[in-house]
């Protein structure tokens, strides 16, 4: 069981709270209003899965990589969310920081925050211009979702989602991210709401699962 801190705020009939926790995808740089980024379309997605009510707490900074997230990463224990939501991986790259320096600290932080009592789940890089253009990005886009791996989280694959969405409704990779980078309105739409389903989907399941035990 991936959320078993959700599933027992559920299974009590209490809200949860969901920690996003990274740097511009989760502050919403980008979109032309906070309503129109990720967060706020997660939340509104997310709500329906949870019965006692959600709350959402937004720790994303612009520009954070893996050092600056762990310098953040008191105020995220003292949140005590049921779930922590990590996104990352791509301003290391744009940092030039070395890819196992970046592992190693995510990794620690990650495990930190599962001895916190927190359930995980972690959003892969973007598929953009200037990321695809960054010559020390290739190995970010390999090791995080490795990490999610190695330490069995759940992984949403971002990057891959972001090429089946250009097929599905027949854009470029542009149209989805119109700055060469962040996501615009559209992009967040789809981004928050998958997000949320794949989350929310899963955690139905567990709590089936729990009651046919």
């Known amino acids: 069981m991936h959320f078993p801190a959700i599933s027992q705020r559920i299974r009590i009939g209490q809200p949860v709270t969901v920690c996003l926790f990274g740097s511009s995808t989760m502050e919403g740089i980008g979109a032309s209003s906070p309503e129109h980024a990720f967060a706020a379309v997660f939340e509104k997605s997310l709500r329906p899965f949870m019965p006692s009510g959600l709350k959402v707490i937004n720790r994303g900074i612009g520009g954070n990589g893996a050092r600056e997230m762990h310098d953040r990463l008191q105020e995220v224990l003292d949140d005590h969310a049921d779930l922590v939501i990590w996104q990352g991986g791509t301003n290391d790259a744009w940092q030039e920081i070395p890819v ?7 990794r620690q932080d990650l495990l930190t925050l ?6 995980l789940a972690m959003i892969g890089p973007q598929w953009s211009k200037m990321m695809e253009e960054c010559p020390h990005f290739p190995p970010f886009l390999e090791a995080v979702p490795h990490l999610a791996r190695e330490l069995d989280i759940p992984y949403f ?7 089946s969405w250009c097929v599905q409704y027949g854009m470029g990779r542009d149209d989805l991210s119109p700055d060469g980078l962040h996501l615009g309105d559209f992009g967040y739409r789809l981004l928050g709401e998958s997000v949320a389903q794949w989350i929310g989907e899963r955690v139905a399941a567990e ?3 729990l009651q046919d035990a």
């Open 100 to 106: 196992e320096r970046f592992v190693a600290q995510t």
């Open 114 to 119: 599962h001895r916190n009592g927190s359930d």
């Open 157 to 163: 694959d971002r990057h891959k989602a972001m090429q």
């Open 207 to 209: 709590q089936k699962a």
